[in-house]
């Protein structure tokens, strides 16, 4: 069973970057047709979708709203994946889930295994 | 503001059958599959249907998924104290280049 796990600060500072890694196990990071992202959710709010990745590396997608602040990366060899949002403020404040993406999603992907979400709080 | 449009809320008594409306538009519901996710309080949302209607395994049969031009919707049948929960749909979306997901719905088992 593959499980996931979000780790990394649970508060940061105006203006700075929120750095987050999700570790995959029970499965492999590198299998075939599997993208790796993120979607967060402000308290009380709705699911909004960060950003996905190939395993490889090669093919990144970004919310077009949040692009130019992020950055997705993957290390296959520590089966991670991680997430920067530079220049943070309050509006970020959300719990972060990481989740993997089976297939492309203009192609019937879909996210089928998630973790279980880690509350990340912009405060100074 | 979602691109995904859903009821806020929905409700039904238990046994009844309830329905949760998505609608999108032609770059997203209308040429890319729809899922549904669905999430209890206080836990992360879980796969419920993918590719329209498909189930995963272990999501019970009451629980089914249709889509018709730019349109989806969810039906739960028999409906149980233990699917109060919030439902999300999401679809990928052309012009976006990204996923977009509806508001989300909180069904209330009355």
């Known amino acids: 069973q593959l499980q996931l796990q979000e780790s990394g600060p649970g508060l940061v500072k105006p203006w700075e970057t929120l750095s987050l890694t999700c570790t995959v196990s029970?499965?492999?990071?590198?299998?075939?047709?599997?993208?790796w992202g993120w979607i967060r959710q402000p308290p009380g709010k709705g699911l909004e979708w960060i950003g996905t990745m190939y395993y490889s590396g090669t093919t990144i997608y970004y919310n077009p709203s949040l692009k130019s602040r992020v950055t997705l990366s993957v290390d296959t060899s520590k089966s991670q994946f991680s997430l920067k949002l530079s220049s943070v403020t309050a509006a970020d404040t959300a719990v972060y889930y990481c989740?993997?993406?089976?297939?492309?999603?203009?192609?019937?992907?879909?996210?089928?295994?998630w973790g279980q979400g880690t509350l990340v709080t912009v405060s100074s | 503001q979602s691109v995904l449009t859903q009821p806020p809320s929905a409700s039904g008594t238990p046994g009844q059958r309830v329905t949760i409306s998505c609608s999108g538009s032609s770059s997203n519901i209308g040429s890319n599959t729809v899922n549904w996710y669905q999430q209890l309080p206080g836990t992360a949302p879980k796969l419920l249907i993918y590719?329209?209607?498909q189930r995963p395994s272990g999501v019970p049969d009451r629980f089914s998924g249709s889509r018709s031009g730019t349109s989806a919707s969810l039906a739960i049948s028999g409906l149980q104290s233990e699917d109060e929960a919030d439902y999300y749909c999401?679809?990928?979306?052309?012009?976006?280049?990204?996923?977009?997901f509806g508001g989300g719905t909180k069904l209330t088992v009355l």
């Open positions: 029970g499965g492999s990071i590198s299998r075939s047709s599997s993208y």
């Open positions: 590719t329209n209607n």
């Open positions: 999401a679809a990928w979306d052309d012009s976006l280049n990204g996923w977009v």
């Open positions: 989740a993997r993406q089976l297939g492309s999603g203009s192609y019937g992907g879909y996210f089928d295994y």
